[in-house]
């Protein structure tokens, strides 16, 4: 895509990968914004609000730039499940999400401020885990890192130990719903 200089505004080596395995040429800044937690705004208008607050934050020193801001729940029973504070909570996660259906949001935010632009939306994939003992959530939590990670797991990090399906997009649950990114950053380059 040729036009403006694309900035992301996240640290997310996830997100960066698909960016990349697109082609994208694009710079990254991270965003260290104040996340909101309120659950009365449910999964869609969480993951929306978190994403505009960064990408706007970051649009500040960019301008001219198109900044992509995103940011992505595991929800469960009404509640977001974050990052595991420490392996005890990574193993209580996982053996909640164990032999159950979650969905995962992420909401994305495209800014350029000159000329002004934005465009703004969420993608929901719902996925089931396979049922899990305590020796399997062990061995998966022995694998993969997990601690940084929204719902204490990661779908492309052995991810078919745990996941026994996906229903919608799998970039999405890996931080990115990179079909509807790119073809919103499309749109923008023709409105350019």
């Not at 940084?148 to 996941?163: F, P, R, T």
């Amino acid at each position: 895509m040729s036009g403006p200089r694309i900035v992301l505004a996240s640290s997310s080596p996830r997100r960066s990968g698909l960016l990349r395995s697109a082609g994208l040429e694009f710079s990254i800044e991270a965003c260290e914004t104040a996340e909101i937690h309120d659950p009365a705004l449910g999964l869609a208008g969480l993951v929306t609000a978190n994403a505009r607050t960064k990408a706007i934050a970051v649009a500040a020193a960019h301008p001219d730039a198109i900044v992509i801001g995103a940011d992505t729940l595991v929800w469960l029973d009404g509640h977001a499940l974050g990052k595991p504070a420490d392996p005890d909570q990574a193993r209580r996660m996982l053996g909640r999400l164990a032999g159950r259906v979650h969905e995962v949001a992420t909401g994305v935010h495209l800014v350029r401020l000159e000329p002004h632009r934005q465009i703004e939306f969420h993608e929901i994939t719902r996925v089931r885990f396979r049922e899990l003992d305590a020796a399997a959530i062990d061995d998966y939590l022995t694998r993969v890192h997990v601690l940084d990670k929204a719902g204490a797991y990661a779908l492309q990090d052995h991810g078919e130990l745990i996941v026994e399906s996906v229903d919608g997009s799998r970039s999405n649950v890996v931080g990115l719903p990179l079909a509807r990114t790119l073809a919103a950053l499309r749109r923008f380059m023709d409105d350019a």
